[in-house]
């Protein structure tokens, strides 16, 4: 059956009223409570602030309002963080990017330039960074380097998520939403002194739906997610110290990420200007498997002392994490380009830091050391058959060696009255190929920050962090996998058959050994340095980054900033190429802002202006094809960028009703210096980034029926992405064309509910993409078998709500 997906647009009509009944709100009652309005603290300097006095571009999402409006994970935040982009168009192998810079490397040889951290713990790999939010407090969202204080992957910026910690006081709650798709959503709370100083707090979610789109091959649905998990937090708080310590597990399972053909579900080489749309073929996946999965587990011990002269502190955290993603790469079911791969991934991770901190005189200051150790192994595949295998060699060589050893057998078998050979055929026979990967990683680092109260209007704040790491790598790519295949060969060979051809001058000595060679060589892991033993290499990095900056107090509530700091991106190794290195990434940012409240109009804002140079951004790209064998191939390239940008922000509380609130990132990204693996030269061309991207939110809160009624609206826009001559060349971006390949994105979330005037129930309508738009991503992989296909993002879920609470 032929799927057909169609954007649909909700009529404006309904956002309309949507709006109109929010707005009569505002009439409803002149006796609705003025709210306290609450101090928004961080902890971006390793210190707990108030933001507008944090010298430094951050957002803050609360996590009652990303609860509000369905947010499951980060995956669901980049459309309303400016400047902030995430492609989870696989689950555990998401592209992260802030201000244009991040990495599409998804092995375990090296790590995102956009730190990730969960109470302070980094989470390593990427593969473990989309966790579903579980008791969140809040999300930070520091742009621009952070490796003072954060750590050597922080060369882009740091998101930092902070979850709620255990109260001594009785809360109990719970959610359940139940929506379109199938779309279940249910979450649990409970947290309760167990003495005058100890406290647990346990929570759970989970999260299912039943996908958006059905399968031809097989009928099954795909485009689902599945996840769950628990977090169970216990504190301690003595005279003399504190502790607290956590536990989360989570568990996702889905089905394979869904792709769609780009050329009709057929094979054809011809390139973007002879790709069809998408949405108007079917979905005919047939990988086997397809699914995607990971279990994660996290224990965390934090530990707090005062001293006379400062506090102590320790956090100590242990990571683990099993991962797999099989899915298909043709986007169809002809056995002549069938294309799947699959990866499979292990992670551990042990971290340990001391941090004292304190204020001498007229100097507050932060120092510590860190010790970080981690784990890795993945198995990487390629799997096909020898059908398509005859596609990728007749389309890069003009040659079919499989169709052409059937027919030799089958006329052989014939001309000497074999019925053994007249049966041969090589044709269809499985074949997979795999690359295994380990990886031991270490790092040290010293830090150190303080913040000099030169004058009460004047801060000036110096930091360091000196970082070294080690790590040690190994590859192994045996002899491919075609069992078929081999026992065929196997009856040939015994046969003599091709001593036989050569006889019968149907081949020659040459071309029967090179037909040979071909069905029993590797075509993508191709090293022979580690096809009968893993080949092993090691590299040590050290840095160090320094930051500057000095704030100005013009008034008690207006304050500009100017900084100067460095970041630092360990280096690593390619996961695909056999002995593969990256060098170290550096960064130098300069920044000025701005930030300040307007009282009297309820009214604070943030502005900054930046510019950075980034050096030797290490990225694994892929080349449609290698010239010698048509098979696409994995690259290390580096490039060299620079890019000059403005942050905006301000929320407004616009009276006891209605607050806003809007964000706006421009940015003007290009390559300093870089050729692209098609030999493009891209120096001064755009690195891809779009020039805007924005948000904006109204929220509002007042009485209705002796309850209380709210209303939330979030529109997220990123802008179009900047072509270059490669990009457009290889068709991953054509906003402008039928495939809309990195055109401009937008997306709206809303709420609608009513608590009762208990306040221990309430009820609401959730809905995610209100507008129902579709976006995709390109995929140049199955390019290979002459079949590119796109990633397609999520149609809109609407869901019900409803809430209880003690």
């Not at 100067?564 to 960064?587: I, M, T």
């Not at 490039?639 to 407004?652: C, F, I, K, P, R």
Request: hydrophobic share 35%; glycine share 10%; charged share 15%.
């Amino acid at each position: 059956m032929t799927l057909i997906l169609i954007q649909q647009r909700l009529p404006l009509r309904l956002c309309a009223s949507a709006v109109s009944v929010a707005l009569a709100s505002m009439a409803a009652s002149t006796s609705f409570a003025q709210e306290t309005e609450p101090v928004v603290v961080v902890t971006a300097q390793s210190r707990s602030q108030q933001i507008q006095n944090v010298p430094i571009a951050v957002q803050t999402l609360s996590g009652a309002a990303l609860k509000d409006l369905g947010v499951a994970n980060l995956g669901d935040v980049d459309a309303f963080v400016p400047g902030l982009s995430i492609d989870t168009s696989q689950a555990i192998r998401p592209n992260i990017y802030l201000r244009g810079v991040g990495t599409e490397d998804f092995g375990i040889g090296t790590d995102s330039p956009v730190g990730i951290y969960t109470d302070g713990v980094y989470t390593g790999k990427n593969g473990g960074s989309l966790l579903n939010f579980n008791d969140l407090k809040r999300i930070e969202v520091l742009k621009g380097p952070q490796g003072t204080l954060f750590g050597r992957n922080a060369a882009a910026g740091a998101i930092s998520i902070v979850t709620n910690e255990p109260v001594n006081r009785v809360e109990a709650g719970g959610l359940v939403r139940i929506g379109s798709h199938g779309a279940r959503y249910a979450e649990a709370l409970y947290n309760t002194p167990l003495s005058d100083s100890v406290a647990l707090r346990i929570s759970a979610v989970n999260q299912q739906d039943d996908g958006w789109a059905r399968n031809a091959y097989n009928g099954k649905r795909m485009g689902d997610e599945g996840d769950r998990g628990v977090r169970a937090t216990l504190r301690w708080q003595g005279e003399q110290a504190s502790a607290t310590l956590s536990w989360e597990h989570e568990v996702m399972r889905a089905a394979g990420p869904l792709v769609l053909s780009l050329t009709g579900n057929k094979i054809n080489y011809g390139g973007p200007s002879t790709w069809t749309n998408p949405f108007n073929t079917r979905l005919n996946n047939d990988a086997q498997p397809d699914m995607q999965g990971r279990t994660f587990d996290g224990v965390t011990l934090r530990v707090e002392k005062p001293l006379s002269f400062a506090t102590l502190s320790s956090t100590t955290a242990y990571r683990h994490y099993n991962a797999q993603n099989w899915q298909d790469n043709d986007a169809g079911a002809d056995q002549a380009s069938a294309l799947s791969t699959g990866i499979v991934e292990s992670n551990a991770t042990w971290q340990q830091e001391f941090k004292l901190s304190g204020e001498t005189g007229k100097i507050n200051w932060v120092s510590g050391v860190s010790a970080y150790r981690e784990r890795a192994t993945s198995v990487q595949s390629v799997s096909t058959n020898t059908t398509s295998l005859d596609t990728i060699i007749q389309h890069s060589a003009g040659l079919s060696p499989y169709a052409t050893l059937t027919a030799l057998a089958q006329g052989l078998g014939k001309a000497t009255g074999s019925s053994a050979l007249q049966g041969v055929n090589l044709l269809g026979q499985s074949w997979s190929e795999y690359m295994h990967d380990k990886g031991e990683y270490r790092a040290y680092a010293a830090y150190g920050d303080a913040i000099w109260h030169v004058t009460d209007q004047t801060n000036l704040t110096l930091g360091g962090r000196y970082t070294h790491d080690q790590k040690t790598f190994s590859w192994y790519n045996p002899q491919r996998t075609a069992a078929g295949l081999d026992a065929t060969l196997a009856a040939l060979n015994g046969a003599n058959f091709f001593p036989s051809l050569v006889a019968a001058r149907l081949l020659t000595a040459t071309q029967a050994a090179t037909l040979k060679a071909v069905t029993t060589s590797n075509i993508q892991f191709t090293n022979p340095g580690s096809s009968k033993a893993a080949f092993t290499a090691n590299n040590s990095w050290n840095n160090f980054s320094p930051r500057v900056v000095l704030d100005y107090h013009l008034t008690p509530d207006h304050m500009g900033y100017l900084s100067w700091s460095k970041g630092y991106q360990s280096g690593g190794f390619d996961a695909v190429g056999v002995n593969g290195q990256y060098d170290k990434e550096l960064v130098t940012n300069l920044e000025a802002g701005m930030k300040g409240t307007v009282r009297a109009l309820g009214l604070s804002y943030g502005a900054s202006v930046f510019h950075y140079q980034y050096t030797n951004l290490q990225s694994l790209t892929l080349v449609p094809a290698s010239a010698t064998s048509g098979i696409p191939v994995y690259q290390i390239v580096n490039s060299d960028q620079n890019a000059t940008g403005v942050d905006l922000e301000a929320q407004w509380k616009l009276n006891r009703v209605w607050r806003l609130n809007g964000t706006l990132e421009y940015l003007d990204q290009t390559y300093a210096n870089y050729v692209a693996p098609t030999g493009v030269n891209l120096n001064g061309q755009a690195a891809g980034a779009p020039y805007l991207s924005a948000s904006a939110g109204v929220a509002a809160r007042w009485p209705a029926w002796d309850g209380n009624a709210d209303f939330n609206l979030m529109y997220g826009y990123q802008g179009e992405k900047r072509c270059n001559a490669d990009t457009r060349q290889t068709g991953t971006c054509l906003p402008d064309g039928e495939i809309g390949a990195g055109k401009a994105r937008e997306r709206v979330d809303m709420r609608l509910g009513w608590q009762a005037p208990s306040g221990r129930w309430g009820v609401g309508l959730v809905v995610n993409n209100l507008t129902n738009k579709q976006y995709v991503s390109v995929s140049t992989l199955g390019s290979a078998v002459g079949s590119p296909y796109v990633y397609v993002s999520k149609p809109r879920v609407i869901a019900l709500e409803l809430r209880a609470q003690l």
